[in-house]
């Protein structure tokens, strides 16, 4: 028997810190979007003539979502596989991103959150178990450190985005951002 046909074919090694950033930035967007619809909301409100009550439907209905499907992370990333679920949470979040900022109306603002609410939902979880997935048991608590980093550093960036993006950009820009981002 050839033993060049018991042979696997090697997998390319990834950098693992390459692989660290990479989740951090997705899950960077996904908290720095929540916090940037937060102080964004009065010019919501006033963008599509709804009052601030009504308004508020833009960050419960993507809560609600995100809420929804955290828990179910880990199955879904065990039927289609940790990776393709991540690419997968990444798109439609990234496109239903897009489509808020286009949105002209409340109700279509609240469907696509609603939207990007599932997509973001499972970034943090299913980020946090590629880490541990990706780097030696030794790195994991460094690994963790610096995903931690970007986590904690999006609230802080997402109110002066938020405020920024109403003065300086038209139309939906604090949407717009992400989209662009991812």
Avoid at 32 to 37: F, M
Avoid at 43 to 71: C, F, K, Q, R
Avoid at 97 to 117: E, M, T, W, Y
Wanted: proline content about 5%.
């Amino acid at each position: 028997m050839d033993s060049t046909l018991s042979r696997t074919p090697q997998q390319k090694q990834i950098n693992p810190w390459l692989i660290a950033v990479t989740v951090m930035l997705a899950t960077f967007l996904e908290v720095l979007d929540t916090s940037v619809a937060n102080v964004a909301l009065p010019h919501i409100a006033g963008d599509l003539s709804a009052g601030v009550d009504e308004s508020t439907w833009v960050l419960t209905s993507y809560l609600v979502s995100n809420a929804i499907v955290l828990p179910l992370t880990g199955w879904l990333s065990s039927l289609f596989g940790r990776k393709r679920f991540f690419m997968v949470c990444v798109a439609l979040f990234t496109v239903c991103s897009f489509l808020c900022g286009i949105a002209p109306s409340l109700g279509l603002l609240v469907f696509f959150r609603i939207l990007q609410g599932a997509g973001g939902g499972a970034l943090q979880p299913i980020s946090q178990a590629i880490l541990v997935e990706s780097f030696p048991k030794e790195k994991q608590g460094m690994a963790m450190a610096v995903y931690g980093m970007g986590v904690v550093v999006a609230p802080v960036v997402g109110p002066t985005l938020g405020a920024g993006s109403r003065t300086t950009t038209p139309g939906d820009g604090f949407f717009s951002s992400t989209f662009r981002s991812g």
